[in-house]
């Protein structure tokens, strides 16, 4: 080491960065679970998902066993977490990286391993794995055609459980002190899940080890029954399979749980609006089953729940509103009055008003260009009433002359105001009472209006 580098303290790469990931006590989300849930969040990893912890496992593995050489190159069929941990060892170490995936990944992912230097091969996403240009034989052919090259093949590679053997599961035994009792995992390899829990169940037998399924996947079924069933599609990415890898070791899960769509990508934005945890969709499907554990359980238990990722590669995906209501997956009891003010698909300003002292005429104009049911009338930043479309028509009929008069001559009751943050339900509440719409307050000021017809809306988008 260089002089001038004694005692300062720094990493010789980036790769010695991966691991030593934070346990963290979830708050809100699990209120009702009697037992402590504890998230160990590998988004902190270098390359931003517990996937760098194998990548640098698997091609240290290949190096000591002659596979990889100097100059050599890295393959791999993953259109995601698994590549960018291989692209980073590739990088530092100096060896080419191919990913091969089919084409309907998102450009950001492609980028994303761009990024580092690999090279993307794409092919087309409907063929079955055997034929010539699926994409498995693609990377069976550029391995075989590339002098040099390496497939790392992380379904079925046993250094994928055996990096969560050496570094994960220990990692969990040592922040618990040995204490938790439950642990629970995505199955996607099975890696995590299979490396962990080996070395949990060898410290103490005791530790119950509970698998999160997505619906749609055949793992759930096969380890209860030994038996391969039908797959169908679900939007849930990185886990779930419809065929059984060989880095699974069924034999130390306890129990599958499945999860749905709807469920586990619901409580993924929760985790990030209430706990400030942002993270991918397969981290809240494992929250939602690690809550349906702890919530049976007592004080004295303490669940570990892992989160595999950031969210921040599912942007356009569970963390856009678009998407979920485009894909029916938008649950109303978990949103918020200002969810819907922004869902608004109506092309009209967020809040239309008149101030005290405007005249009948102008709100009448109001009602007419834009087709709303009642106005709110303001005196500076605060509602003191509301004009409806029925009294403006009614007085309108009666004195066409009147319609010159201020605004408050006819103003009723100011429309009830919920803040930004309150749940939908409650604002539900209020427009199934008598109000026709409520005011929803941001930040001190009134933001928008929500109307019984929005509501509508939003529920009809969300079915
Ligand atoms: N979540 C995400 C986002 C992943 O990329 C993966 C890996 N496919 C998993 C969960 C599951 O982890 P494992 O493969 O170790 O079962």
Redesign the pocket.
């Known amino acids: 080491m260089s002089r001038v580098l004694e005692g300062v303290r720094y990493q010789e790469s980036v790769l010695d960065t991966v691991g030593r990931t934070p346990l963290v006590r979830l708050g809100k989300v699990a209120r009702d679970c009697p037992a402590p849930v504890l998230a160990k969040l590998e988004f902190f990893n270098p390359g931003g ?3 760098d912890r ?1 990548g640098l496992a698997m091609v240290e593995a290949a190096e000591r066993e002659g596979l990889l050489k100097p100059g050599g190159t890295i393959v791999e069929c993953t259109s ?3 590549g960018v941990g291989l692209a980073m060892v590739a990088a530092v170490r100096g060896y080419r990286a191919v990913f091969c995936m089919p084409d309907k990944v998102s450009s950001e992912k492609v980028n994303l391993l761009k990024a580092y230097g690999a090279e993307v091969l794409l092919s087309p996403t409907a063929v079955p794995p055997d034929a010539p240009d699926s994409y498995y034989s693609v990377a069976k052919r550029v391995t075989q055609e590339r002098p040099g090259a390496f497939l790392t093949n ?1 379904y079925h590679n046993p250094t ?2 055996l990096a ?1 053997y050496q570094s994960t599961g220990p990692e969990i035994w040592e922040q618990t002190a040995g204490k938790l009792t439950h642990f629970v ?11 962990v829990a080996r070395c949990l169940k060898e410290r103490n037998p005791k530790v119950r080890i509970v698998g999160a399924d997505p619906v749609g996947s055949i793992l759930k079924a096969y380890h209860e029954t030994g038996k391969i069933t039908e797959a169908h599609t679900y939007k849930i ?3 779930g399979e419809d065929f059984i ?1 060989g ?2 070791d069924f034999s130390v899960i306890d129990q599958v749980i499945s999860c749905t769509d709807r469920a586990g990508l619901n409580l993924t934005r929760r985790l990030a609006r209430e706990e400030a945890i942002f993270v ?4 809240g499907m ?1 929250v939602w089953v690690a809550l349906e554990v702890a919530r049976a359980l007592t004080p004295e238990d303490l669940v570990v729940v892992l989160l ?2 950031t969210g921040e ?1 599912y942007l356009s995906k569970v963390h856009n509103d678009e998407w979920m209501r485009d894909n029916h997956l938008f649950d109303p009891a978990v949103s918020r009055a200002r969810d819907i003010v922004s869902g608004k698909r109506r092309p009209i300003p967020r809040l239309l008003s008149v101030k005290v002292g405007d005249t009948l005429r102008q709100a009448l104009a109001l009602v007419e260009q834009h087709d709303v049911t009642q106005i709110p009338v303001f005196r500076g930043a605060e509602s003191v009433g509301t004009l409806y479309d029925s009294d403006l028509l009614k007085s309108a009929l009666a004195d066409p002359a009147g319609l010159d008069r201020p605004v408050e001559t006819l103003m009723a009751e100011p429309l009830p105001c919920v803040q930004g943050d309150e749940p939908v339900e409650q604002v539900a509440r209020l427009l199934a009472a008598r109000n026709s719409a409520v005011l929803i307050s941001d930040n001190g000021g009134v933001s928008g209006i929500l109307t019984r017809f929005d509501m509508l809306q939003f529920i009809a988008g969300a079915e």
């Open positions: 998902s517990v996937k194998i995601g977490n698994t992380q994928n459980p969560h995992a995505g199955l996607g390899t099975g890696g995590t899940i299979s490396g990415e990185g886990v890898p880095a699974t991918g969709g397969s981290s494992a595999p990722d590669r």
